[in-house]
Structures are given as structure tokens and as C-alpha cells.
């Protein structure tokens, strides 16, 4: 007798930059993590995760693809401790199942990269896991899931723009028709994005504990760029380079490595490609729209475009 099976669900989620990150002190009760002031913005360059359910009492797989895998292709990477797996295994824990789950990643978020894109695989793996075992659940309690995993994977969940608060899990969501999303795309913080990434990642932690020496570079919106740079030049010098060709904002996202440019129009966009090639001041450039949202799909959904991976 064959089983029949809930189908397969796609969740194509999106990256996330900060596009100011004020740092606070550190607090014991979020395991030392500091008090951040941030506003997130998910960039339109998506991991795309599958969920599909296996065989009773057999446990979960995962496969991962994609040609930009960093230190995850290493044969020394821990499956249990992707964080696509440990999402998998919180939402068994929270809905009393067995993790009976294949899971593939196909990876294009560069890794370390300061793009939230391990939390990006997390928040679309619990968005498609509670899509296959038609779980509905509310948006705050799948948050409340994330929380336990990564400080950013709760706004990975639903993407666009939004004011994070506490350790950046306190989320609120900021409406694209407010006057704050106005005001940011006035600023010109929407549209056309370009992102300079490398080779090397930068350790999260490392860069945290960076920044409690170096502190905040004056006038930067976000507080680990001089740590970011001080671990790795060639962003500073990506940031610089894309200013001088006529970027409106160009900064470390995140935690970095990786530089984010915005650029009101495309002739300005080739004008940073060129420079960037012309300086060698990335190794890989990504162009993207921002802010962008997860896509989930199950296969019956045939017409969900793909047009924007
Ligand atoms: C840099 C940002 O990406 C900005 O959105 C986030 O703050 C980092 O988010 P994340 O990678 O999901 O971070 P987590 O996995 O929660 O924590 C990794 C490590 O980063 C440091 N960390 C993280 C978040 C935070 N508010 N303060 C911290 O000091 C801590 O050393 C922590 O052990
Ligand atoms: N699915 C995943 N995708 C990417 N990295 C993962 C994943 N699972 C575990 N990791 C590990 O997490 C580490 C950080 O990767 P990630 O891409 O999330 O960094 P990041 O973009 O700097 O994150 P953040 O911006 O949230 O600090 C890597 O060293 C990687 O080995």
C-alpha cells in the first residue's frame, strides 16, 4: 500500500540588511547578546527551501545545493546544526511530531556574509513545515519559535521592513503605506540594491565582541561597521568606492562581511559594478530590489511566479 503524503512546500525567502543598527549593551538574561535598536530590510536575493514529509520514524534529511555553499560545503559541517535542521527540529518539539522530514536548501544568500542568510533557511523552513503539516499557526507564535533560535530569523519570517528591538527579535513590522516606509524610501533606501560579497565570512560573534573594543565609527548608522572593516579592509574600501559612484548609501550589512549599495537608477547601479570590478572590491556582486517578502508555494500552486530568484 502506497502512503499518501502531504505534497512538497517551497519557501523562497529573502536576505536581510540593516539599514540602521544602533548597539547597546550586552544583557546576561539574552545569553550576553546586546540591546539593539535596528531597522530591518529583507533584499531580494532568496534562499529557496523544501519541505517534504518522509516515511514515519525515519527521521530527517537534508540535501543542500547551490554553487555559493561557503564554509556549509565543508565535509566537517554539521547537518544537525544547520539552522534550516534545528528549526525542524523546534517545530517537532512545539507540535509533538516526529522531525519525518527531507529538507533541501538551494543556497544563493551568500554564507557569513552578514545577510541573515542561515536565519532566512530557518524562517523558511518553519514557514514551509507549518505549511506541510497544516499546522496554520499565528504568525506571533511562529515568532516566538524563531526567537529561540537567532536573534534575526523572527523577522525573517515575514521580511519587508521593521523596527527590531531587545536582542532584534522584538519585531514591528512597519506598514509599506506608513510614513516611516515613506520617509525611508524619500532617504532612498528601496528599490535597486547592489551587494559586494566575498570569499571570507566574518564570525557574528567575533564581530559583536570586535565592537565592544572598538565601538562605533562616528556618524555610522550601523554600529559593527568599523568592526566589520577592521576584520576585513576590502568592505571599507567597497563602501568608499561605491560612494565616489554615486551610491546613495553604501554600508556593512550586518554583522558583515558584505556591502550593501543603494542607487537610484540603473546607470548609476553599472557605474558601482564597474568600479567594483575595475578596485577588486568584491568577489561576487548580487543586484536586488528591496524590500522583498518570503514566497511559500506548494506544487499545486503551478502559477507562483519564480521570476524574482
Ligand atoms: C548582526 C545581526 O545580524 C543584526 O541583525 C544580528 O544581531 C545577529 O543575528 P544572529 O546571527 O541571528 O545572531 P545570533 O545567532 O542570535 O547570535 C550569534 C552571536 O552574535 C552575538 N549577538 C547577536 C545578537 C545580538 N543582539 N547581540 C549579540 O551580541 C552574540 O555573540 C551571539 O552569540
Ligand atoms: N542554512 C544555513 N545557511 C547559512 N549558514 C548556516 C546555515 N546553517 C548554519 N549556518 C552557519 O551559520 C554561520 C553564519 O551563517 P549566516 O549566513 O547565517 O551568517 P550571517 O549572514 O552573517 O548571519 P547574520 O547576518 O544573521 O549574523 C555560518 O558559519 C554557517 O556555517
Known amino acids: 500500500m502506497t502512503t499518501a503524503y502531504a505534497p512538497a512546500v517551497r519557501v523562497d525567502c529573502p536576505a536581510k540588511t540593516n539599514l540602521t ?66 528549526a525542524l527540529f523546534a517545530m517537532a518539539q512545539e507540535a509533538g511530531r516526529e522531525p519525518d522530514v527531507a529538507l533541501t536548501i538551494t543556497k544563493r544568500i551568500p554564507v557569513g556574509a552578514g545577510l541573515g542568510g542561515g536565519s532566512a533557511d530557518a524562517a523558511a523552513a518553519i514557514l514551509a513545515i507549518d505549511r506541510l503539516w497544516d499546522l496554520h499557526w499565528p504568525m506571533e507564535r511562529l515568532r516566538a519559535i524563531a526567537a529561540t533560535l537567532g536573534a534575526d530569523m523572527p523577522f525573517c519570517l515575514t521580511g519587508g521592513l521593521a523596527h527590531g528591538t531587545g536582542f532584534g527579535e522584538r519585531i514591528e513590522d512597519i506598514d509599506p503605506n506608513s510614513a516611516w516606509a515613506q520617509d525611508l524610501h524619500d532617504q532612498g533606501f528601496t528599490g535597486e540594491v547592489l551587494i559586494g560579497a566575498y570569499q571570507s565570512q566574518l564570525s557574528t560573534p567575533e564581530v ?31 563602501i568608499e568606492a561605491a560612494l565616489q559612484a554615486g551610491a546613495r548609501h553604501a554600508f556593512v550589512s550586518g554583522s558583515g562581511p558584505s556591502v550593501v549599495a543603494f542607487v537610484p537608477d540603473a546607470a548609476t547601479a553599472q557605474r558601482v559594478i564597474d568600479t567594483w570590478v575595475e578596485q577588486n572590491a568584491a568577489d561576487r556582486i548580487i543586484r536586488a530590489q528591496a524590500p522583498a517578502t518570503p514566497v511559500i508555494a506548494s506544487p499545486s500552486d503551478a502559477n507562483v511566479a519564480t521570476s524574482h530568484l
Open 208 to 238: 559583536y565582541h570586535t565592537f565592544d573594543v572598538v565601538g562605533a565609527g562616528a556618524g555610522d548608522r550601523n554600529h559593527l561597521q568599523a568592526a566589520a572593516i577592521s576584520l576585513h579592509p576590502r568592505s571599507g574600501q567597497a
Open 21 to 86: 543598527l544602533e548597539v547597546g549593551p550586552t544583557h546576561e538574561e539574552w545569553g550576553g547578546r546586546h540591546a539593539l535598536d535596528t531597522v530591518y530590510c529583507a533584499v531580494g536575493v532568496y534562499d529557496t527551501v523544501t519541505a517534504a514529509a518522509k516515511e514515519p520514524g525515519t527521521g530527517f534529511s537534508l540535501e543542500l545545493e547551490g554553487a555559493h555553499l561557503g564554509d556549509l560545503a565543508s565535509s566537517s559541517s554539521d547537518m544537525r546544526r544547520n539552522h534550516a535542521v534545528l
